[in-house]
C-alpha cells in the first residue's frame, strides 16, 4: 500500500479495511488478522495497527473477542450504513471539484450520465 504523506498512517489503514468489510472482501463474521499481523501487511508499527482496531470498534465495525481475535460485525446494517456514508463522501467530493471548476451540479450529472468507463 502506498501511503499519503498527508494523512495519518493509521486513517489509511482503516479506510483500506473499512473498503474491504462494505465490498465484500471481508464478510460479516470473519476474523481479521492479529495486531502484529496486520503490522506486518501494512509495514507499520504494531502500535499503529492497535490504533486501526481500537477506531474499528468505537465504529462498531469489528469486536475483539478475549483470547480468539478481532472479526468482523455481523451486524450487516451498520456495514450497509457505512457504505452509504462513504459513497456519499465521495459524491460530495466530486461535486465540491466540480463546482470548483465552475461546473453545475446538472452540468456534473450530465458528465456521470455520459461516461461509460
Not at 504523506?5 to 482503516?14: D, F
Not at 470498534?57 to 450504513?81: N, P, S, W
Not at 461535486?95 to 458528465?111: K, N, V, Y
Request: overall charge negative; some cysteine; glycine content about 8%.
Amino acid at each position: 500500500m502506498q501511503f499519503n504523506p498527508s494523512l495519518p498512517i493509521w486513517m489509511q489503514v482503516l479506510e483500506a479495511l473499512e473498503i474491504d468489510i462494505v465490498t465484500g472482501k471481508r464478510q460479516p463474521g470473519e476474523k481479521l488478522p492479529g495486531g502484529r499481523e496486520l503490522a506486518l501487511q501494512f509495514s507499520i508499527n504494531p502500535n499503529t495497527a492497535a490504533r486501526v482496531y481500537q477506531e474499528l470498534e468505537k465504529k462498531g465495525l469489528c469486536a475483539t473477542r478475549r483470547g480468539m481475535g478481532t472479526y468482523v460485525t455481523e451486524d450487516t446494517a451498520r456495514i450497509f450504513a457505512l457504505r452509504e456514508e462513504i459513497a456519499g463522501q465521495a459524491v460530495c467530493q466530486f461535486l465540491d471539484t466540480m463546482e470548483l471548476l465552475g461546473i453545475s451540479r446538472h452540468e456534473a450529472a450530465q458528465w456521470l450520465l455520459k461516461k461509460e468507463d
